[in-house]
């Protein structure tokens, strides 16, 4: 059985640029979640999906948005990217809408630099 | 707000010893916790979970003990081995509905040959 995959690995971009990351969940999982990972504050929710919904927000800026598709498969996107954007962005799937005691399964995350 | 938190960033132990990491949490009414694992260029793994209707619970070397009256808990490991390498982080829910979780800020655990 396929884990959550996560694409691109690693990319750089400068400040302003946009950039789009995709996350593939395990066949089967209708739900999707994004955190951000910093040395400094360490891992951070951004949002969740599930049935092309998106069923909660952390407390991020509007730069930050996501989608989900009907195949499950999500895209995060961060627009006028700024320097404190560069972290590790993680996707997680579970195969449940969620009721606060559902174990995510984590891909290996998207490294953003940001320059 | 909510908060989890870990008590020591670090920690090294002897191979076969036995390791302790613990973590404090904020909202009494928690009732879910999570540890994962995440080794050096890799998402999260998870290890073991709890609900607060139980003090323990046994997995394959783990053990996690739960403390409600203080809000803490610990994650312990049985004759420690190189591939126990890595930042233990817990996560709880808190009060949310949906697979929202607050993590811990991670200790990072060396097992040292």
């Known amino acids: 059985k396929a884990g959550v995959t996560q694409t691109p690995r690693y990319l750089i971009k400068t400040r302003g640029q946009q950039v789009t990351l995709s996350c593939s969940p395990i066949?089967?999982?209708?739900?999707v979640s994004w955190y951000q990972q910093t040395p400094g504050q360490g891992l951070q929710f951004l949002f969740e999906?599930?049935?092309?919904?998106?069923?909660n927000k952390g407390n991020f800026p509007g730069r930050f948005s996501g989608r989900q598709f009907s195949n499950s498969r999500s895209e995060m996107n961060v627009s006028t990217l700024e320097l404190g954007d560069s972290a590790l962005y993680l996707c997680?799937?579970?195969?449940?809408?969620?009721?606060?005691?559902?174990?995510?399964?984590f891909g290996a995350g998207s490294r953003l630099t940001v320059l | 707000g909510e908060s989890v938190g870990l008590h020591l960033p670090t920690l090294s132990v002897q191979e076969g010893d036995n390791s302790i990491i613990n973590c404090a949490y904020s909202n009494s009414a928690s009732d879910y916790f999570i540890w994962y694992k995440q080794e050096s260029g890799k998402g999260p793994q998870f290890i073991i979970d709890i609900r607060s209707n139980m003090d323990k619970r046994q997995g394959q070397r783990v053990t996690v003990l739960l403390n409600k009256t203080v809000k803490h808990l610990s994650l312990q490991i049985a004759a420690t081995q190189p591939g126990d390498s890595a930042v233990y982080f817990c996560a709880d829910p808190g009060t949310n509905t949906g697979n929202q979780f607050y993590f811990g800020t991670g200790t990072s655990l060396t097992v040292i040959p």
């Open positions: 997680a799937s579970s195969p449940l809408a969620g009721t606060g005691a559902n174990v995510l399964t």
């Open positions: 066949s089967g999982h209708r739900s």
């Open positions: 999906y599930f049935s092309e919904t998106q069923r």
